[in-house]
């Protein structure tokens, strides 16, 4: 069972998407429907990587999934982009707090992975 106390990253790639869930039911209540549906898919995907590399069958295994969950936060941040500057979405700037502290944890646990990979 994986420890979510002792790792930030999976709690709030668990926080956020929950978060995101209740802001795709908001855009689809005002019909928002692509929008909604790519942004609840982007943005769980963020969470569903990030535990899958807590099993890696190898050290390139986890980079690669840290990698594929990074692609993933940037799509959900497109999203959440055209949402802010969109005249008729509504936006919670919560979420974009929330996706910028994931940033900063995925980006530091992919360049210290691909520092250590490259000094072996």
């Known amino acids: ?71 993933e936060l940037e799509e959900t941040k497109y999203w959440l982009y055209l949402c802010k500057n969109s005249d008729n979405y509504p936006f919670d700037e919560k979420l974009e707090s929330q996706i910028n502290e994931i940033a900063k944890i995925l980006y530091k646990i992919l360049s210290t992975s691909l520092s250590n990979r490259d000094s072996l």
């Open 1 to 71: 069972m994986i420890n979510f106390e002792n790792n930030p990253l999976l709690r709030k790639t668990v926080q956020f998407p929950l978060n995101i869930i209740g802001y795709c039911e908001l855009l689809e209540e005002k019909r928002k429907y692509v929008i909604a549906r790519q942004l609840l898919r982007s943005a769980t995907s963020i969470g569903a990587n990030s535990f899958e590399a807590q099993n890696p069958a190898s050290k390139k295994d986890f980079i690669n999934k840290i990698k594929i969950a990074a692609k």
